[in-house]
């Protein structure tokens, strides 16, 4: 009697540990973050299982030594062994899948930016796409929410109709039809447009406690942050905002120093010289651990030129031509960069081309100062050369005025390196840390960083986004703010390729699949016919 019941204890404890171990396997493939659970709620069950067999051993070596449950027991156990194998190689397949991207610019797969900032996800994210069942927009958007659930099992979404959960929408600050929110560790951040380079952006301002302060130096004659002309500089502020930084001005003449919350100092293209003490305050900011970025064009150094000096960084009073730029239907004034050098900044633009207007050479001394290190980050053209920038103004001056007064032909303004100029590859733009020296023993001072490029155009609202420009330019702020994760190729933009047929593929096109083909099916059905009949 006591047997039985035992037996039908055990019979109950193993009926639990078989739910438990079905329910922590379900929970294991399930989730996204704690799937360790899972497999702790598994082997519990397990534990069950081996608990009821221990207690109903008698009834259980009675039941085994049956010759029709060995023989059952065999092929019960070769069933579960097909259907683990089938599990688990479905299991793996599920983590570990594979996709390829063939077509053009891989516009189907992520940035290496995106994918970077996926990974270093610390806390889930959950993207609500408010969207109608039948919205025009829909179908992108889940193509592009598919990618980055793809890269990162933190990252997961939901599609809502805000007409059928209105107090979701509300309790999340909807408004609009088409708004993904993004949401984790009780923030959340909208994007209105779903494309790769808006939702990065959202992840990276999602992942970030506080922005860091980007101060723009002015005061002598630097393109504006707000305008709009094309000279401005209100498209690279939007960028750096873009990225979680905040932007404001600098009158460092009127400030006792630069402010203690300034991750990076930049100086773009100024037209008139810094003060002495202006440059005392940007040097005691250095000696600091500060980052400063300098775009300085070739008609002026900003009076910069021995300050830089100084830190192993030769600015040439020269400007870059570049026979190569014609080719991209560009000027010659405008270098193109195809070489760069092995650099945080850089190491991801190869195969990228930028390009520099009007710039001059920035080169690294031969022999740097103590505790300076650097890199040459971009070089110009294998067909470009570097001609002295005060003699080239004259010169072209008086070719231009040769043929507006008529004893001079279009055609002799022709650019042609001179006996003195010097040929490229010619590096226009360096990276360099500084160690400054320690004032108390056994403390070692935080190490400034410093990027300069021999132009300032290449980051105003024309040029920004040519080519590579906008990667460079990010790349160095986001290296200069210490931002390491950021350092990337930003999201790519989707072009539109055109499909071009010459006059002979167009009628082509035309006649074989809607007239030859039919044609030839509507001959051999005939035939066939045909020969039915008279068989």
């Not at 860091?212 to 905002?241: C, N, Q, W």
């Not at 775009?295 to 900003?302: E, F, I, M, N, Q």
């Not at 040929?423 to 320690?438: D, E, F, L, N, Y």
């Not at 080519?467 to 930003?490: C, K, P, Q, T, Y």
Request: hydrophobic fraction near 45%; proline fraction near 5%.
């Amino acid at each position: 009697m006591e047997g039985m019941k035992h037996n039908h204890a055990a019979k109950w404890l193993a009926l639990a540990g078989l739910i438990i171990m079905a329910c922590g396997g379900l929970f294991y493939a399930l989730s996204i973050r704690h799937d360790f659970y899972g497999l702790i709620g598994a082997g519990v069950g397990l534990l069950l299982v081996l608990a009821a067999a221990l207690v109903a051993r008698t009834a259980v070596g009675v039941f085994f030594a049956r010759r029709s449950a060995r023989l059952g027991l065999g092929s019960g156990i070769a069933i579960l062994a097909v259907l683990a194998l089938v599990m688990f190689l479905g299991a793996l397949a599920t983590r570990h899948h594979v996709r390829w991207d063939f077509s053009q610019g891989a516009s189907y797969t992520l940035s290496p930016q995106t994918i970077k900032v996926l990974r270093n996800l610390e806390e889930p994210v959950k993207a609500y796409a408010f969207f109608k069942d039948t919205q025009a927009g829909r179908p992108q958007a889940q193509e592009e929410l598919e990618k980055y659930a793809y890269a990162s099992r933190k990252f997961t979404y939901r599609f809502v109709n805000p007409d059928h959960e209105p107090t979701l929408a509300k309790s999340l600050g909807v408004r609009n039809y088409g708004t993904v929110v993004l949401v984790s560790g009780g923030k959340d951040e909208k994007v209105q447009l779903p494309e790769e380079q808006e939702l990065t952006n959202a992840l990276i301002r999602l992942d970030r406690t506080a922005k860091k302060m980007v101060y723009f130096l002015t005061g002598h004659g630097e393109p504006s942050l707000d305008g709009v002309g094309k000279e401005d500089l209100s498209t690279l502020r939007k960028a750096i905002e873009a990225n979680n930084y905040q932007v404001k001005s600098l009158m460092l003449v009127t400030s006792s120093q630069v402010p203690p919350d300034a991750a990076v100092v930049i100086i773009a293209g100024p037209e008139k010289p810094l003060r002495p003490e202006e440059i005392e305050r940007l040097s005691a900011y250095q000696q600091g651990g500060g980052s400063v970025l300098m775009l300085l064009d070739p008609d002026s150094d900003a009076g910069l030129t021995g300050w830089l000096g100084k830190r192993g960084v030769v600015i040439g009073q020269d400007l870059i031509i570049d026979q190569a730029a014609r080719l991209a239907g560009l000027s010659p004034l405008v270098p193109v960069i195809n070489q760069y050098g092995f650099h945080e900044i850089t190491k991801l633009l190869a195969g990228t081309i930028c390009f520099f207007p009007q710039a001059r050479s920035v080169s690294l001394s031969p022999k740097p100062p103590a505790g300076v290190k650097g890199e040459e980050l971009v070089k110009s053209s294998a067909a470009s050369w570097a001609t002295n920038y005060k003699e080239f103004l004259a010169w072209y001056a008086k070719q231009v005025r040769a043929i507006k007064e008529g004893t001079g032909q279009e055609k002799s303004i022709e650019l042609r390196p001179g006996p003195n100029d010097r040929k490229g590859p010619i590096s226009m733009g360096v990276a360099a840390t500084i160690q400054g020296k320690a004032e108390d023993k056994g403390k070692t001072p935080p190490a400034a960083r410093l990027v300069i490029f021999g132009d300032s155009n290449f980051v105003n609202n024309e040029f920004l986004d040519l080519g590579g420009n906008h990667d460079l330019a990010m790349n160095s702020i986001s290296w200069l703010a210490e931002d390491e994760d950021l350092v990337s190729i930003r999201a790519k933009k989707k072009a539109n390729q055109p499909l071009l047929l010459q006059p002979f593929e167009e009628r082509l096109l035309f006649w074989v699949p809607l007239v030859v083909w039919p044609l030839i099916v509507a001959i051999i059905g005939a035939i066939v016919i045909i020969r039915r009949r008279r068989g």
